[in-house]
């Protein structure tokens, strides 16, 4: 009889087991080992983290066993976590994720927390490149009176963003399919927001991690990361009311950059505002037509 068989077998049955060598095999592909075999692990159980603590010695079926396997092989050659779930948390959301749309990231609930303090009741608020609807939906969900239009140019995102709301019963989002401000009918925004690409295109970290698998167009802006910021300042006095906002998130080191463009252009109440690690994450300008 195989005895190194019979204990493969042993040590491949339950919660515990599974996580630990998971844990072992992640730790030179990934920060996060333990948090990454959790989430996987939990997905193919179809049960929450909370439940591979309180059942560590539970037995796993060989079905569930290769699933999860098959997962951890692919985060072993870097796929997101996002993309073989399917899924990733934000805000008070589960939202849908694909290769099509950009990752939400827990930084980006900054610039929904600054536009729910600045928003009125009545606002009209423009989401520009909304791709998962994060953004969009988290704003509308804490405010049912406000209008909210999200648009982007992916009409896969798109169709992501849209599903989002609906699963999650959004109902005070309209969606565009518009590159930028191109395709939107003619009007007039309380606020606009917006999480655009802005990292170097030559920033070598764009062959580094998670994001080789996220749409380059949603990541990399021109040689400095700011040919969109900079479309979207000096376009954004077109569509905004007399005092409306306009928030942009942005690289770390962007802060300096980005409101002296706010300001060159006009905006006033210029600020930038630093996220929980106390990186420049969001700036932001009030515009306020000049009468004679």
């Known amino acids: 009889m195989n005895t190194k068989?019979?204990?493969?077998?042993?040590?491949?049955?339950?919660?515990?087991?599974?996580?630990?060598?998971?844990?072992?095999?992640?730790?030179?592909?990934?920060?996060?080992a333990r948090a990454d075999a959790e989430i996987l692990l939990a997905h193919c159980l179809q049960k929450s983290r909370t439940y591979l603590f309180a059942y560590p010695e539970k037995a796993v079926d060989s079905l569930t066993e290769a699933s999860f396997r098959e997962l951890l092989a692919e985060r072993l050659r870097g796929v997101p976590i996002a993309h073989l779930t399917g899924q990733r948390e934000f805000w008070t959301f589960n939202l849908k994720v694909t290769p099509d749309t950009l990752i939400p990231r827990p930084e980006t609930e900054l610039l929904v927390e600054t536009a729910l303090k600045l928003g009125s009741s009545s606002s009209h608020i423009l989401d520009l490149g909304t791709g998962t609807g994060a953004i969009a939906l988290a704003i509308a969900s804490e405010r049912p009176d406000v209008q909210v239009t999200a648009c982007d140019f992916s009409a896969a995102a798109l169709a992501v963003a849209q599903e989002n709301a609906q699963v999650n019963s959004i109902h005070n989002v309209h969606f565009i399919l518009s590159d930028w401000f191109s395709a939107l009918p003619a009007q007039r925004f309380d606020m606009i927001v917006s999480n655009p690409p802005y990292i170097e295109a030559d920033d070598p970290h764009l062959a580094q991690g998670d994001v080789r698998f996220e749409p380059l167009t949603a990541l990399a802006s021109g040689q400095d990361g700011l040919n969109d910021i900079r479309h979207l300042i000096q376009t954004a006095p077109q569509w905004l009311v007399n005092?409306?906002?306009?928030?942009?998130?942005?690289g770390y080191n962007q802060g300096k950059a980005v409101t002296a463009l706010l300001q060159t252009t006009g905006f006033q109440q210029v600020h930038c505002l630093p996220d929980l690690a106390g990186n420049d994450r969001v700036s932001l300008g009030q515009w306020l037509t000049i009468i004679q």
Do not use: F
Not at 7 to 17: G, K, M, P
């Open 5 to 32: 068989r019979i204990s493969w077998r042993l040590w491949r049955v339950n919660n515990q087991a599974l996580l630990a060598d998971a844990v072992q095999q992640l730790q030179t592909a990934s920060e996060s």
């Open 243 to 250: 005092g409306g906002w306009l928030l942009l998130e942005h």
